[in-house]
């Protein structure tokens, strides 16, 4: 843990500067080991690489980001329902309340999750100490992103 953790609420809004995502709001959750990604039409490509669509909005196809990058790791999660299923691992910078780390995220279909992006404990533990009471401790992302986001900030 970080000398001066940074405190983080329940919800933020984040950015993955790797991935050309400059605002994705994302649930912080210490139940979970690993941090997850909402990703579609995954494409493994030759050289340990994969390709992969973004929807950085819940509930809108708006604004869909295409990536390509080296694939980190394969690994057997199980999600909140119990199943288990092989997820394609990459390794991208969070930059989350001012900070940014460097976090292993799983590439996974979210669409029905309630957020697109979930930041879990190996990356929470990089600094960051989770008041379950508080939200947005960072701000808000700006109101015409709000709202492109459907108001659910």
């Known amino acids: ?7 983080a609420g ?15 709001k994302v649930k912080l959750d210490t139940g979970a080991r690993s941090s997850a990604l909402h990703a579609f039409d995954l494409e493994e490509l030759p ?24 694939v980190h790791d394969r690994r057997i999660v199980r999600s909140s329902t119990g199943h288990t299923q092989e997820r394609i691992v990459v390794l991208t910078p969070i930059t989350l309340a001012g900070r940014t780390i ?12 309630g ?3 979930l930041v879990g404990r190996q990356a929470l533990r990089q600094g960051f100490l989770v008041d379950p009471a508080r939200s ?3 701000g808000r992302a700006p109101k ?10």
């Open 1 to 7: 843990m970080a000398r001066n953790p940074t405190i």
């Open 136 to 138: 947005f401790t960072a």
């Open 47 to 70: 050289g340990d690489r994969v390709r992969f669509s973004v929807h950085p909005w819940q509930d809108t196809d708006a604004d869909a980001v295409t990536h390509e990058c080296d």
């Open 115 to 117: 957020f697109r992006m």
């Open 144 to 153: 015409e992103i709000r709202r492109r986001n459907r108001g659910r900030a």
């Open 10 to 24: 329940w919800r933020e809004w984040a950015a993955l500067p790797g991935l050309d995502l400059p605002w994705i």
């Open 102 to 113: 460097d976090a292993e995220v799983t590439l996974s279909n979210r669409d029905q999750m």
